[in-house]
């Protein structure tokens, strides 16, 4: 990371106000990085967002980190990749892909996936690699959101595992490190890498501190009060939430594995939904936010990216489906290389490889939406005269067929604009109707898998 990030461009947003005036604009997607990144710990965090406290010393540095604002792809691309570095490949720059676990089985039957980042952390951690972690466990005060933690030992690293599919300001955490070398490790959604590399470009002391970026891939991220809304729809009378695991398994293993309620009355409620089932009803029951103008499917900017492995094979079914679980690797960084190749050579990771398209072919509908519609969507916001994140470079052109399935993709959203419909959609989603509605969606992507099997690759040549 040599190159420099160029001065935020334009003073309109300065110090704790500019801050501030992220969050009014609907631009923060509450990744904690201006509150872990300030030199003075000026901010509180309130429902997730960053909030004046305390005295700002007008060092701007919460500004420029916020990646909600802006992200300079091609400075941090360059950085890390080189001048050959483009924007615009759906999963960013790709030196390999593979499928994966954590050879430790206890890991590997906890994780979201197949516990390759809990078994990757844990493994550096025990080698003396890093002294711990930035990673995201359950937020005790409200367990329907997530809370930043530095891991500093295997027990803590252990507890943070699964996926929290809410709000977690994660980055706030950093707090705690401002003055210590590390290393540590940090797992983050893409916007949280974004934040994070803008900080190492503005100051080299971040790079060694944090030597080691594991990214999650992410279509959205919900809103933790539309997890709340859940909990408290299913609650029984007069229990409340004290616990919630959005990708907990059940008896059956991966890909099984979705979100568990625990409730202070000793009951539980767990969906019969898919983990893709409840995340798109929980999607449309609150407003996605900053989230729909997000490029980033694939943590592009991190060493290696972790996701599930929704690839079809040539029956329509997920073609490496088993239930103590696998996870898909995206490799990004000749570092991230480097790191993955030692975490197999040493054990701690058992893997093959697989063509780099594989990954990209299998969740192609949310990578296009982020790298086709969400241009879409920053266009028509710039007509309106809407704030927008500021992308220094040109965004793709959206095809007919994409600016078709958007307006489809806001005719489902209506309903987040009424309370009432919100709960009774929740009851009919995770109810026997949306059941019935996942298994037949399901059904038709198989078949169209299998379809396209049966037809082969196209001709080459
Ligand atoms: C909001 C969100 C959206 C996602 N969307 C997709 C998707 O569309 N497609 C896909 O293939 N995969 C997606 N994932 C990634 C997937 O759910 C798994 O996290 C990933 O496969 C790693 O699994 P694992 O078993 O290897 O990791 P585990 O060993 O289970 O470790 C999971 C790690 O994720 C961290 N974490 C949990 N919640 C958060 C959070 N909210 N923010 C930051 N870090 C967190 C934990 O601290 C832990 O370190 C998403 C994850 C999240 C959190
Ligand atoms: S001290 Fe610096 S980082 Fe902290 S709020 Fe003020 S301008 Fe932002
Ligand atoms: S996007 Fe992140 S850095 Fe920007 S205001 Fe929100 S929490 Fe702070
Ligand atoms: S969609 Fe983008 S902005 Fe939203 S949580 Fe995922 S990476 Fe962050």
Redesign the pocket.
């Known amino acids: 990371m040599t190159e420099r990030l160029p001065q935020f461009a334009g003073d309109e947003y300065r110090d704790a106000d500019g801050i501030v005036r992220v969050v009014r604009e609907g631009l923060c997607h509450r990744c904690g990085a201006c509150i872990g990144f300030c030199p003075v710990n000026t901010f509180d965090v309130r429902d997730g967002y960053p909030q004046p406290a305390r005295e700002c010393i007008h060092c701007n540095i919460c500004v420029r980190v916020c990646s909600g604002l802006e992200v300079d792809y091609p400075a941090i691309g360059r950085a890390l990749y080189g001048e050959g570095y483009r924007f615009g490949p759906l999963a960013g720059p790709v030196r390999s892909a593979w499928i994966a676990h954590a050879a430790d089985e206890s ?1 590997r039957r906890n ?9 990757a ?1 844990v493994h550096w951690w025990r080698t003396g690699r890093i002294r711990g972690a930035v ?2 466990d359950v937020d005790p005060d409200e367990p329907a959101r ?1 809370l930043g933690v530095v891991a500093r030992t295997e027990e803590e690293l252990r507890r ?7 709000t ?1 300001p ?1 980055l706030a955490a950093l707090q705690q490190i401002q003055n210590d070398d590390g290393p540590f490790a940090v ?3 893409p916007c ?1 890498v974004h934040s994070i590399r803008k900080r190492q470009l503005m100051d080299p002391r971040w790079g060694p501190r944090l030597p080691i970026l594991i990214g ?4 959205y ?1 919900l809103p933790w009060e539309a997890v709340r809304l859940a909990a408290e729809t299913f609650a029984p009378r007069g229990a409340r939430a004290v616990n919630i695991r959005s ?1 907990h398994r059940d008896e059956r293993g991966w890909p099984h594995n979705s979100l568990h309620i625990w409730y202070d009355d000793g009951s539980e409620w767990r969906t019969k939904l898919s983990p893709r089932g409840i995340f798109n009803v929980l999607s449309r029951l609150a407003p996605l936010g900053r989230c729909l103008l997000c490029l980033d499917a694939a943590a592009e900017f991190s060493d290696f990216a ?3 492995p ?1 690839i079809r094979g040539s029956t329509g079914r997920w073609k490496y489906e088993a239930p103590e ?1 696998y ?2 690797v995206i490799v990004h960084t000749e570092h991230g290389q480097r790191l993955w190749q030692e975490l197999i050579e040493e054990g701690a990771i058992r893997a093959f490889e697989i063509p780099p398209e594989e990954p990209v072919e299998g ?1 192609s509908a ?1 990578m296009t939406e982020k790298k086709e519609r969400v241009p879409f969507r920053i266009r028509v916001r710039r007509r309106l005269g809407l704030p927008v994140p500021r992308y220094p470079m040109p965004l793709p052109a959206t095809p007919p067929a994409q600016v078709r399935k958007e307006i489809v993709f806001w005719l489902t959203r209506l309903n987040t604009l009424w309370r009432p419909w919100q709960r009774l959609l929740l009851r009919i989603g995770c109810g026997p109707i949306g059941q019935w509605l996942v298994r037949r969606r399901d059904a038709r992507r198989e078949r169209l898998a299998q379809a396209r099997a049966c037809k082969g690759p196209p001709p080459t040549g």
């Open positions: 890991l994780g979201s996936s197949g516990g390759v980042v809990t078994g952390l990673v995201t997530g943070s595992q699964q996926s929290r599919y809410t977690a994660t797992v983050g959604l949280q999650l891939l992410c279509h991220n990708r972790v996701g599930d929704w679980g996870s898909v969740q949310m």
